[in-house]
């Protein structure tokens, strides 16, 4: 049986994990942006503001009080699938006339990041999520 306290401390360790990943994907793409990115048609800009947003994410992760976590957690989640996403078809297809290179600096570390927080995120909702909707129909 699980405690309410052990359900805490499983939803704080989630969260934690979750900003972290949120915050390195956001960091990944300053990083690259500063290094080169920048410069590159429309793709520069979309780098800088996956930076900015991803620090807004993981800071609204820790911030957040917890009847609004799941909302955020689910925002974030499809925040990092469709960055995981825009990767993939760059490696693939090509985005926007830019194709990257999976021997590119930081592209196996960002598939690796984006990944784990697709899985800790939607993992993070559906928690929040399923709490709140067990407590509105016990009362």
């Known amino acids: 049986m699980v405690t309410d306290r052990t359900r ?3 939803v704080l360790l989630l969260r934690l994990t979750a900003a972290a990943l949120t915050a390195t994907m956001g960091a990944i793409h300053l990083s690259l942006w500063a290094d080169g990115y920048r410069d590159l048609d429309t793709i520069g800009g979309l780098f800088l503001l996956n930076g900015v947003l991803g620090c807004l994410f993981a ?7 917890y009847r609004w976590l799941g909302p955020v957690a689910a925002a974030t989640a499809l925040f990092t699938a469709g960055t995981l996403g825009a990767l993939f078809l760059s490696l693939t297809t090509g985005l926007f006339g830019f194709e ?19 899985l800790v995120l939607t993992t993070l909702a559906v928690s ?10 016990r009362t």
């Open 8 to 10: 805490r401390i499983a």
């Open 59 to 65: 800071a609204a992760l820790l911030f957040t009080p």
């Open 100 to 118: 990257e290179s999976a021997d590119a600096d930081l592209v196996r570390p960002s598939v690796a990041v984006e990944t784990a927080g697709v």
């Open 128 to 137: 929040a999520l399923s709490h709140r909707h067990g407590q509105r129909h």
